[in-house]
């Protein structure tokens, strides 16, 4: 049973102002995007399911999708505002997505196989695939032992400014314990700090693993998701702009022993286009990966 790479693109479009104004970052024109399939395909993920909005539906198939269609199967789901549990509706007011959460329990009936969650738009390196992949495929649908990609924080950092970003907490056997989002991480000479607007600061040495948004679960996440959400939606869902993340829900089910998460540390770097002075940086790390053999200099021939 080939595990399920589930992506989240439902902000693609207003991100870059419509599909049109994604940015090429390989040296054949190719997206991030394209690299994160490419590098699920050769990890042995077997379907591909993309979160977008319903309108812009027919160019994420002719742009992006169909390039992929003739090497792994591709499924599509949909996230709205009003897809929502029975009993609650849309706020007036409310035009923000309700959030990771949200998103992957919009692609509930796409998915059949254990599967990974990512960004559309962050590039996580052929180990980070290899190595979920392979906790995937030994994995059932029923299993509630669920893992996270635990990328090595001086490794994700940017040197244009500060990034937010999942501190995690580990057990002994290597199973996440509890996941601190600190929003404004910044290098420094012997690794990096956490400024907050009040002016705490909290030192760190830049080996912390952190969540990149890099998931790996199975299709019993799904009920639990939902139990979660209707939480947040019973708390929160009055507000207009607060929105359910998945490393929340996850770090709730770690908590409430619902469920455990395994992290899986990489060592390899992550990629993404934080400010625009990062672009350069994403451009010239993909072409080094490409010299070194690890991409082809054309991923799709």
Request: proline content about 4%.
């Amino acid at each position: 049973m080939k595990p399920t790479l589930l992506v989240l693109a439902a902000g693609m479009g207003s991100r870059y102002g419509g599909l049109k104004q994604i940015d090429p970052m390989g040296p054949s024109g190719e997206t991030i995007l394209d690299y994160s399939v490419f590098d699920a395909i050769r990890a042995g993920f077997g379907k591909v399911v993309f979160i977008i909005r319903p309108d812009f539906e027919q160019d994420f198939r002719e742009r992006i999708a169909a390039k992929f269609a003739a090497r792994i199967e591709v499924g599509f789901a949909f996230q709205t505002l009003d897809r929502l549990p029975q009993g609650f509706t849309v706020p007036a007011g409310r035009e923000k997505p309700w959030g990771t959460t949200h998103a992957i329990l919009c692609a509930r009936d796409t998915v059949h196989t254990p599967f990974a969650v990512i960004n559309a738009d962050d590039f996580y390196g052929r180990d980070s695939y290899a190595t979920l992949g392979q906790y995937l495929s030994g994995l059932r649908n029923g299993d509630l032992t669920y893992a996270m990609v635990g990328f090595t924080l001086k490794n994700t950092l940017s040197d244009h400014g500060a990034v937010a970003r999942g501190i995690c907490q580990a057990d002994g056997h290597g199973l996440l314990t509890d996941i601190q989002e600190l929003t404004k991480i910044a290098k420094t000479v012997t690794g990096a700090e956490n400024r907050t607007e009040d002016g705490v600061v909290t030192q760190l040495n830049g080996e912390e693993p952190v969540s990149m948004n890099m998931w790996g679960f199975t299709p019993s996440i799904f009920a639990l998701l939902e139990a979660e959400f209707i939480s947040y939606l019973r708390t929160k869902g009055h507000e207009l702009k607060s929105e359910s993340y998945i490393p929340m829900s996850v770090g709730n089910l770690v908590k409430s022993q619902q469920a455990t998460c395994r992290i899986l540390r990489t060592t390899a770097a992550w990629f993404g286009v934080t400010y625009r002075e990062d672009k350069a940086m994403v451009q010239a790390n993909i072409l080094e990966q490409v010299r070194q053999g690890n991409y082809p200099t054309t991923l799709w021939t």
